[in-house]
């Protein structure tokens, strides 16, 4: 089946810096990747869609600046956490469809969570 | 809009009993429905999925649903309850174009 891979999966950093989260889709090419946040014991909250080639597009209440998402292939979208705060500590899951597929499934990464000090 | 529900945010079962998680839906077109587990700090692993055709999905680990459009529910059964089941499960929602809208989540325990 489709692989998703994020990297780092952990990621302690100080307050007021810059964390890059990658998710690759490793055998499967994709036009639209998502990002998630999830915080702990709750559900996957949808901050953004990447779309390969443009501008992400960013659900409501979530901060454009603060968190940089950028989608420069089609096997690769990158989210960017920038001033990094302890607000900031969460879960965060991309997925990614299958491009030329309609058949609405989604394939997730294994997540990366970020703990901010 | 889409939501989804998801009734019970902690669910026991003892082990080899059956198991049902609750999940009904809104949707303003035919959906696409799917559950997903997720094991502590990891992804979200596909149980299962509706598209279209038979309502009565087969998925993995010996899980399935019925999609039943009359009640918008979506349940997920397994006849009997593995300690290795004993997870957070979600049911989610798509109109079809791979934006999701996820429920907020069953814990299943399996009790020994």
């Known amino acids: 089946g489709a692989v998703v891979s994020q990297h780092p999966s952990r990621v302690i950093c100080k307050s007021g810096t810059s964390v890059k989260i990658e998710c690759r889709s490793l055998?499967?090419?994709?036009?639209?990747m998502f990002w998630y946040r999830q915080f702990p014991k709750q559900s996957l909250m949808l901050m953004a869609t990447?779309?390969?080639?443009?501008?992400?597009?960013?659900e409501q209440g979530v901060e454009k600046d603060k968190f940089l998402i950028n989608h420069a292939s089609l096997t690769l979208s990158t989210l960017t956490v920038t001033s990094a705060h302890p607000e900031d500590s969460s879960f965060y899951i991309c997925?990614?469809?299958?491009?030329?597929?309609?058949?609405?499934?989604?394939?997730f990464g294994e997540g990366s969570r970020l703990t901010v000090l | 809009a889409q939501s989804v529900t998801q009734l019970g945010s902690h669910v026991s079962v003892s082990e080899g009993a059956l198991v049902l998680l609750r999940c009904n839906y809104s949707s303003s077109v035919p959906p696409y429905l799917f559950w997903y587990v997720q094991y502590p700090n990891q992804g979200l692993q596909l149980l299962l999925k509706?598209?279209?055709?038979?309502?009565l999905v087969k998925g993995i680990n010996g899980f399935e649903a019925e999609f039943k459009k009359s009640e918008t529910s979506f349940h997920l059964t397994k006849p009997s309850a593995h300690m290795s089941d004993a997870a957070e499960y979600f049911c989610a929602v798509s109109e079809g174009v791979h934006k999701y809208i996820f429920g907020t989540g069953t814990r299943l325990k399996v009790l020994a």
């Open positions: 055998d499967f090419q994709a036009t639209t």
């Open positions: 990447s779309n390969e080639g443009s501008k992400a597009t960013y």
């Open positions: 509706y598209t279209t055709g038979a309502t």
């Open positions: 997925s990614a469809s299958e491009s030329g597929l309609n058949t609405g499934e989604l394939f």
